[in-house]
């Protein structure tokens, strides 16, 4: 399985490096700096929506089975029907306009002057559907 994520993420390197014209030869440190990287962006967002998520929908930290049996039925109603990414969860409206997409966005590439997002914000105008979609897998 980690062979398999290594060499997805190898890959989409080079796509994205082919697709902006970039030439890159791949060394092992390049390979290992880019490994590094990619595993650094999935840890610190899952972290950041873990967060977002908790007070967005209203979990609850307790020991308590009542409470932790509540908070299992709250993600299993929301994991159905992906009923997460919609604005308005319960009636499912607003389709990826939930702002705790946004929030997730702004936290994790816009927070401060020195974040990607504003450093690099030509690659985030118009916002990669491939951006949104990692948000809402960390969501999930």
Known sequence: KDVLMTAISVFRC????????????LTPSAIKMLL???????????????????????????????????NCDLAESLKEGLSFIFKDWTTKTGIYKTELLQDGINVMWFANRSDEGIIYNKYFNPMPIKVIALVLTAVS
């Open 14 to 25: 080079l796509i994205a490096c082919q697709l902006k014209g970039i030439n890159i030869k």
């Open 36 to 70: 590094k990287r990619t595993s650094h962006v999935r840890g610190e967002l899952k972290t950041k929506m873990r967060s977002l998520t908790r007070s967005f929908f209203g979990f609850r930290s307790s020991e308590s089975r009542e409470v932790i049996r509540q």
